[in-house]
């Protein structure tokens, strides 16, 4: 369907006297030249979303669960539950797993799981922010498998 499709099918749905609609939309994408802010003027949203450079943003990648053992999983669990932070790691729990920040831990690599350390650095060597550790997602290789 094409951009003016869609305009004619919205203006009808809509009850839009269609050649009034045409010269507000086309004065709006002249002045704005925003595939968002259009998209967002076709569906009727007041607001269009925010620009790139005003967005804090970040990569994460989805590992399965077993890339960790039973216990690292229960260190997770306590560290997203408490003690208030600092924690060793930044760990937040989701329904199915925990989402982990790649970054250098701020205390001795001694003090984190074996296991885990290794998917904090498979995640960060390929540019990611966090890892998702989820129960349902794919086994990769490079990274150890646990049967829990």
Do not use: K
Not at 4 to 30: C, K, P, Y
Not at 104 to 130: H, K, Y
């Amino acid at each position: 369907m094409t951009i003016t499709d869609r305009f004619h099918m919205i203006a009808a749905n809509r009850g839009w006297a269609a050649s009034e609609q045409i010269a507000q939309l086309l004065d709006f994408i002249v002045q704005r030249n925003d595939a968002a802010g259009f998209t967002a003027f076709l569906d009727g949203r007041t607001s269009t979303p925010a620009e790139d450079g005003d967005l804090e943003q970040g990569r994460y990648c989805v590992l399965s669960t077993t890339h960790i053992s039973h216990e690292t999983s229960e260190w997770l669990e306590s560290l997203s539950v408490g003690p208030p932070p600092p924690a060793p790691i930044s760990v937040a729990s989701t329904f199915y797993g925990w989402f982990v920040a790649t970054r250098e831990p701020d205390v001795p690599t001694e003090q984190i799981p074996d296991d885990l350390l290794a998917a904090m650095r498979f995640g960060r060597a390929r540019g990611f922010d966090q890892i998702l550790f989820d129960c349902d997602a794919s086994v990769v290789d490079g990274l150890d498998v646990h049967d829990w």
